[in-house]
């Protein structure tokens, strides 16, 4: 399997993932099946890949580099193969994810609408950091009026 194939089938997932997330109901199951269904598998074929890139038995990092990451440059040569591109994505994916259902699960405890929170978790799919951001800020108030920092 080719790394646009395995990078095609992550991003499959993911979406189904998010819609999931977004419009279904959230039962257990459904969040068993998101975190072990979803985040594990996003981790273990990060995990796969990274251990071939790195060993060289695949697509050795820029042109067979060493993994450093204490230079722009460092870290440009580690995206300079597709291995490397697949990581990187990969790993996105996986944690986007994570912070994804954590946002949800936290949202349904302290009992925001789903209105308020497809926007959220939206933004957090698509660019992470500004969604969990975002929730942050949300979140605190009622946190706070609830007594539930967590």
């Not at 977004?22 to 969040?31: E, N």
Request: with cysteine; proline share 4%; aromatic share 14%.
């Amino acid at each position: 399997m080719g790394w646009d194939t395995v990078f095609g089938v992550m991003n499959i997932a993911a979406i189904v993932a998010w819609v999931v997330l977004i419009f279904l109901p959230r039962k257990p199951i459904v969040y068993s099946i998101l975190l072990y269904g979803g985040v594990l598998m996003m981790c273990f074929v990060y995990t796969a890949a990274m251990l071939s890139v790195l060993t060289g038995l695949v697509d050795p990092v820029g042109g067979g580099a060493q993994w450093d990451f204490s230079s722009i440059e460092s870290v440009r040569a580690i995206f300079a193969s597709d291995g490397g591109i697949l990581i990187g994505w990969v790993h996105y994916l996986a944690f986007d994810l994570f912070v994804g259902i954590w946002v949800a699960r936290d949202a349904d405890d302290k009992e925001f609408s789903r209105i308020i929170q497809a926007p959220i978790l939206f933004l957090t799919f698509m660019a992470g950091p500004v969604g969990l951001f975002l929730w942050l800020l949300i979140r605190e108030p009622r946190a706070r009026e609830q007594g539930r920092w967590n």
